[in-house]
């Protein structure tokens, strides 16, 4: 899998938008970009994946870039409850295993 | 609610000791992933298994083996504990069966076992 580049920490005023980058130069054509993150001690959760399309669910939108070298991670209206350490992962969707790096801390502050 | 569950939530134990830390998978999951957690370390992945085979090798030592049952649900022995041992252990479970749910690579992951090796 692909490795990722993601800046170690980020802080946000809450009610603004959170824009977490995550660079993946050597990204594959059949690899998909996911994002995951992790509150405390909790165990990681699911926040949204994509190809090449922007994606938008419930807790976010994925911006990624036409060249997918980069992408973009968009909490619309950042939380207290929104801080944690946020993962940008790069994967095929078959059964190999998900490596994880050290991800962004993200802080947002009142 | 992620549908996979660990037991036990906390384990204290004595260095050189053996533990064994359950995973049971979302209901129809076919893979198993186990990582390591260390205080303020980042998600060590150490095994994969799918559909009772080992399928990826991480950072896994030796005194550390795994396995995953006919019934899907897996085992993570971790053996001549050390003070080094001490973590939260995650499992996670992904790939659904033919016909359960779509398979959209996505894990999801249990709550963790804490392990404290005194």
């Known amino acids: 899998d692909a490795k990722t580049t993601q800046p170690p920490s980020m802080d946000c005023a809450e009610g603004r938008a959170a824009n977490l980058p995550c660079n993946h130069s050597?990204?594959?054509?059949?690899?998909?970009v996911y994002w995951y993150r992790q509150i405390h001690s909790q165990g990681p959760q699911y926040i949204i994946h994509?190809?090449?399309n922007n994606e938008t669910n419930e807790m976010a939108s994925l911006i990624i870039t036409e060249d997918r070298k980069s992408s973009t991670l968009i909490l619309p209206h950042a939380t207290l409850r929104d801080t944690a350490v946020y993962y940008c992962?790069?994967?095929?969707?078959?059964?190999?295993?998900?490596?994880f790096g050290a991800g962004t801390r993200l802080t947002v502050k009142p | 609610d992620s549908g996979v569950t660990q037991t036990p939530k906390h384990l204290i134990t004595a260095t050189g000791q053996r533990v064994t830390l359950r995973c049971s998978p979302r209901?129809?999951?076919?893979?198993v992933y186990w990582y390591q957690q260390s205080l303020d370390q980042g998600l060590q992945f150490l095994i994969q298994?799918?559909?009772?085979?080992?399928?990826a090798k991480g950072n896994i030592l030796e005194r550390f083996s795994a396995q995953q049952f006919p019934d899907l649900h897996s085992e993570l022995n971790l053996s001549s504990l050390e003070l080094g041992d001490s973590a939260l252990y995650f499992c996670?479970?992904?790939?659904?069966?033919?016909?359960?749910?779509?398979?959209?690579?996505?894990?999801?992951f249990g709550e963790g076992s804490r392990l404290t090796v005194l």
């Open positions: 996670a479970s992904s790939t659904p069966q033919r016909g359960v749910q779509l398979n959209t690579g996505e894990l999801f």
């Open positions: 050597t990204i594959s054509g059949n690899e998909y």
């Open positions: 994509g190809l090449k």
């Open positions: 992962i790069v994967r095929t969707y078959n059964n190999n295993d998900m490596r």
């Open positions: 209901s129809g999951d076919l893979s």
């Open positions: 298994y799918y559909n009772g085979e080992e399928r």
